[in-house]
């Protein structure tokens, strides 16, 4: 069961590759209102039945005009009509123009806006203006369909709807969405030491103790990456009390999660339960933070009423903070979007790494390929925290990406380095 001390490291990128491949996305979708999609992932296609603006219409406050009346500069028009934002006006006159306001339909027979600064009004009132810029067909005139054709597919099935997806689908008219069910993840700290906060005040604390902080950002970090999350607490440490758990949450869930726990040769009561309910595999990942990293399943019981069919997937994240985050980030973000439906590769790869100058050292090279915590500077370079140790939470909130160094590479001031921000990693 536990992998041999000295077992090969495994390559994130071949990780990465195991866990999606074991990530079929999930059965099921619903419709939610679009005010409650962000963060959800397309289920299908979105085809407008519209095109969007649904006319031309005016960029600007100022006049709507037919050029060929404007030939010169000082051309002086009589005003036709008023035309306001939500108001249809009257095919334009030759020869006149229309008062036009910013989002308001071009009235027909008009191919421009005059704005409003390049115009005075003749003798104080409105019904005529000079015309002091001559202006160029389409000046000012946003064209129908410019973001939207009728049948386009704005948006695509697989893809996680962001702020600015919401917003694109409501301006197609959709007060609904389709979308892929939420995973439904239990999530279980493990370890003798953890307090919650809240249950014990800080002075006084067992020696010993630690809060449980994994238990918050992990939670956090599920709902974010759309899960509905069971939050189970901390394991009992008792064989029994674990199986008893384990097997529960396989019957409702579709990924329990856990931190701690899943060193290698640590006795501790998840393994050898994981194992007995299904399978584990303990992945000795070449990564720094983060290297022991637990992939299983959890056999359903089928008699079990309301309990999904097949296996429940299991994870297990190491315990120390930096390395359960780093971890979630890199490896656990991409199996949530893969169960979701997200097809698009470049959605479950690493980010877009930038190449940017390292204004630190690293004068050691690592054996694993490292993740550091670093921290854009105002003179376009990186800053690096000083205490890389993977108990450190506070680099993680310090920071606002990684570097991706290779194993085995020092860092000198000056070099280029591979960043990959955490709001990229966050999205
Ligand atoms: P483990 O992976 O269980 O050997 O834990 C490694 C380190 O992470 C130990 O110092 C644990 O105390 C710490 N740790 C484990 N779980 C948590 C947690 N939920 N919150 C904070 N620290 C933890
Ligand atoms: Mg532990």
Redesign the pocket.
Known sequence: MNAPARAPLMALDQALAALLERATPLAGTETVPTFDAAARVLAQDLVSALQVPPNDNASMDGYAVRTADVTAAGAVLPVSQRIPAGHAGEPLKPGTCARIFTGAPLPAGADAVVMQEDTREVGGDLHAVHIDAVPAPGQWVRRAGEDVTRGAVVLARGQRLDEAALGLAASLGLAQLPVARRPRVALF???D??VMPGEVPPEAMKPGA??????FFLRALLQRFGCEVSDLGIVPDRREATLAALKTAADHHDLILT?????VG?EDHIKPAVQQLGGLDLWQIAMKPGK?FAYGHVRRDPGVPGAAPGDCHFIGL????VSSYVTFLLLVRPFLLKLQGVSDPAALRLPPAMALRADFAVPRADKRREFLRVRRNAQGGLDLFPNQSS?VLTSTVWADGLVDNPAGTTIAPGDTVSFIALSDLLA
Do not use: A, K, M
């Open positions: 700290s493990t370890g030491e953890l630690i809060y449980n902080s994994n238990r931190s701690g726990g899943v060193s640590e022991p190491p315990g120390n903070p108990g």
